[in-house]
């Protein structure tokens, strides 16, 4: 690709950015004051401007930058750090990241633009984000529980136990109630729900960290969740396949609902079977049945309709 990109490397203070052909590069505070001078800096002329989507950090740049139209990319961690190694490059520095995502957006064709949210799907991601730590807080909490033996510590820690407890529900509600409030999701959630296993709250995790969904391959939807093995083969040597990156969050919502179909759905339960008189592990069959879980969901909602029973099979 030719033409003027832009890297920015987000911080909770900052923006660093650098602009490519030129290497220019500028740093402006991270707030809404100083966007439109960004903005201004950026240019009509820029063909892409690339960052990284790492914490709540870069969600008002979004809205703003969306908003006025400016092309941006959002570009995993992960990737922009193998393409800094193979270039060669082992310095991490805010401005050394700039200049590497400037120059990953120039040299990659086909990266996804991303794509404006509504104030819905926005309120689901927070939702979802906040979900996500208490469910990590109540994990933590019941940890904790097993090795406490003092009278007060265990009814401190029940109490904060029945509290996170009380905002998952109310969280879970408010989920619900989101999930209701715009066709599009409702109709995403009815389809995927109506996968056995699968609950309004894992389909609204996928929503949330999968809105890619419905739009990708099969194998291309296996591979962003990181479900699809890696094979490792050189010459006469083949190594075993294993799975490897994607997105973690994707693979931890399937996880509940792969132990479901396993028990319900007769076409992923043989899958799991055969895997299992194969010689496979428990372990990589459940990750096999997750592959074809997320594959599944991506043609149903691609094909905008619900799941149905597969016909019996004749004896």
């Given at each position: 690709m030719t033409g003027h990109t832009v890297g920015i490397d987000i911080s909770k203070a900052h923006l660093d950015a650098c602009a490519l052909p030129g290497g220019v590069t500028a740093?402006?505070?991270?707030?809404?004051?100083?966007?439109?001078?960004?903005?201004?800096?950026?240019?009509?002329?820029?063909?892409?401007?690339?960052?990284?989507?790492?914490?709540?950090?870069?969600?008002?740049?979004?809205?703003?930058?969306?908003?006025?139209?400016?092309?941006?990319?959002?570009?995993?961690?992960y990737q922009v750090r193998c393409f800094a190694r193979s270039r060669g490059r082992r310095a991490k520095t805010d401005a050394v990241d700039a200049r590497t995502l400037a120059q990953m957006a120039a040299a990659i064709d086909d990266l996804r633009p991303t794509r404006a949210m509504s104030r819905t799907r926005r309120d689901l991601a927070e939702l979802q984000l906040v979900r996500d730590a208490l469910v990590a807080d109540r994990t933590a909490t019941l940890n904790r529980g097993r090795h406490l033996r003092h009278d007060l510590s265990r009814r401190v820690n029940d109490e904060r136990l029945g509290q996170i407890e009380d905002q998952l529900k109310r969280v879970d509600g408010e989920i619900r109630k989101?999930?209701?409030?715009?066709?599009?999701?409702?109709?995403?959630?009815?389809?995927?729900?109506?996968?056995?296993g699968v609950s309004d709250v894992t389909a609204a995790g996928l929503i949330v960290h999968m809105p890619?969904?419905?739009?990708?391959?099969?194998?291309?939807?296996?591979?962003?969740?990181?479900?699809?093995?890696?094979t490792r083969e050189s010459g006469n040597w083949k190594g075993r396949a294993f799975i490897q990156g994607g997105r973690g969050k994707v693979r931890r919502a399937l996880y509940m609902p792969a132990l479901a179909a396993i028990r319900w759905n007769p076409g992923l339960r043989r899958k799991y079977d055969a895997l299992?008189?194969?010689?496979?592990?428990?372990?990589?069959?459940?990750?096999?049945?997750?592959?074809?879980?997320?594959?599944?969901?991506?043609?149903?909602?691609?094909?905008?309709?619900?799941?149905?029973?597969?016909?019996?099979?004749?004896?």
């Amino acid at each position: 690709m030719t033409g003027h990109t832009v890297g920015i490397d987000i911080s909770k203070a900052h923006l660093d950015a650098c602009a490519l052909p030129g290497g220019v590069t500028a740093r402006f505070s991270n707030d809404a004051a100083r966007f439109r001078r960004l903005m201004a800096w950026i240019g009509p002329d820029t063909d892409r401007v690339a960052y990284e989507p790492t914490g709540p950090w870069p969600r008002d740049l979004e809205e703003t930058l969306l908003g006025a139209g400016v092309p941006i990319y959002a570009i995993d961690p992960y990737q922009v750090r193998c393409f800094a190694r193979s270039r060669g490059r082992r310095a991490k520095t805010d401005a050394v990241d700039a200049r590497t995502l400037a120059q990953m957006a120039a040299a990659i064709d086909d990266l996804r633009p991303t794509r404006a949210m509504s104030r819905t799907r926005r309120d689901l991601a927070e939702l979802q984000l906040v979900r996500d730590a208490l469910v990590a807080d109540r994990t933590a909490t019941l940890n904790r529980g097993r090795h406490l033996r003092h009278d007060l510590s265990r009814r401190v820690n029940d109490e904060r136990l029945g509290q996170i407890e009380d905002q998952l529900k109310r969280v879970d509600g408010e989920i619900r109630k989101l999930l209701g409030s715009e066709e599009k999701l409702k109709r995403t959630s009815e389809i995927l729900t109506s996968i056995p296993g699968v609950s309004d709250v894992t389909a609204a995790g996928l929503i949330v960290h999968m809105p890619e969904l419905g739009t990708l391959s099969g194998p291309r939807a296996a591979s962003l969740a990181g479900l699809a093995p890696v094979t490792r083969e050189s010459g006469n040597w083949k190594g075993r396949a294993f799975i490897q990156g994607g997105r973690g969050k994707v693979r931890r919502a399937l996880y509940m609902p792969a132990l479901a179909a396993i028990r319900w759905n007769p076409g992923l339960r043989r899958k799991y079977d055969a895997l299992l008189a194969a010689g496979k592990p428990p372990k990589v069959a459940l990750i096999a049945v997750m592959r074809k879980l997320i594959v599944l969901a991506n043609a149903l909602v691609q094909q905008d309709r619900l799941w149905t029973p597969e016909p019996p099979v004749a004896a």
